[in-house]
């Protein structure tokens, strides 16, 4: 089995309002000079064959139309 | 007339759907998730909610569903399909309607009575909107990831070819949705998703029945299909 993980994120240019809001609490606690915050998820699998894990991606990990993916294997 | 209103787990408003379609005409019975065949049925409702907890994204494990595998069949056909809420989710995801739904603009759950402004179809065989106008019909809007988007090129498209079904009215978008978009159909016209709850609008008690007149659009698409 291979171990992999699974980067999801927001598109560029689509507008994160998690993302915003974490970048908007920073300078209250302290931490300047952090900018572009994107909130996305990640999943941790394993598969026996890595080489569909795009297809997987694909069609139910993310939605191509407003996510882009990223597949570690580890 | 029969309508089929579909239940998944973490449906929570299905059971409105189902008293809108009675009081619309007609029958209608709950299909659970895991029921394959929609024979005899004449219009379908994806109700709101959270299907399957909307783990991983809205909408995005419910169109798996083997009720959703009928639904697609159904629409192809030229079956009338309502999506409301978690259900426009759904069918987005499902690729029955264009864009996606994403979390509103302003990260708070939304939930207050709105003004949609019906936007005209296509000609034929699809389910008239228009029928469903006055200057605006009142229905109330609960969500949490309401905020549609699609590409620029997109919204160009179906606006051009009518597919924009209703719109918030001026000063009223709730979401931060693009252009305004509350609701969209498919080309053929047949499948109609919409944020806001016209389930929700349909006994005067409530403060209004708009919600009716889009049940009857779907209905009379129902008839004619």
């Excluded at chain 2, 787990?9 to 299909?31: F, T, Y």
């Excluded at chain 2, 394959?36 to 994806?46: N, P, S, Y």
């Excluded at chain 2, 070819?161 to 719109?167: M, S």
Aim: one cysteine or more.
């Amino acid at each position: 089995m291979t171990r992999a993980r699974v980067l999801i994120r927001p598109k560029e240019g689509i507008l994160d309002p998690q993302g915003k809001a974490v970048e908007r609490a920073l300078p209250a606690l302290g931490f300047e000079g952090i900018e572009h915050v994107r909130v996305g998820r990640m999943v941790e699998l394993e598969a026996e064959d890595p080489a569909r894990l795009a297809e997987l991606c694909e069609k139910l990990l993310a939605n191509p139309l407003i996510e882009d993916y990223e597949i570690v294997t580890l | 007339m029969i309508w089929g209103v579909l239940q998944f787990p973490g449906s929570c408003d299905e059971r409105d759907a189902l008293h809108a379609c009675e009081l619309s005409g007609g029958e209608a019975r709950l299909i659970w998730h895991e029921e394959r065949g929609l024979e005899g049925i004449d219009a379908v409702v994806v109700p709101g909610g959270f299907s399957y907890g909307d783990y991983l994204r809205a909408g995005a494990i419910a169109r798996f569903s083997p009720a959703m595998e009928a639904v697609a069949e159904f629409a192809a056909g030229g079956g009338p399909v309502l999506g409301i809420c978690n259900g426009f989710q759904v069918l987005c995801e499902a690729a029955l309607l264009p864009g996606a739904l994403l979390l509103n603009e302003r990260m708070r759950f939304v939930c207050r009575q709105l003004d949609l402004i019906a936007v005209d179809g296509p000609e034929t065989g699809h389910i008239d909107t228009i029928a469903a106008r006055r200057p605006a019909l009142s229905i109330p809007a609960k969500h949490g990831e309401g905020r549609y988007w699609a590409p620029d090129e997109v919204l160009d498209e179906i606006e051009a070819r009518g597919q924009v079904a209703y719109r918030y009215a001026p000063g009223q978008n709730p979401n931060g949705s693009a252009r305004d978009i509350a609701g969209v159909r498919n080309e053929a016209g047949n499948v109609l998703g919409l944020m806001p709850h016209p389930e929700h609008a349909v006994d005067p008690l409530t403060g209004s029945t708009d919600g009716l007149r889009i049940f009857e659009a779907v209905a009379a698409a129902g008839v004619a299909a």
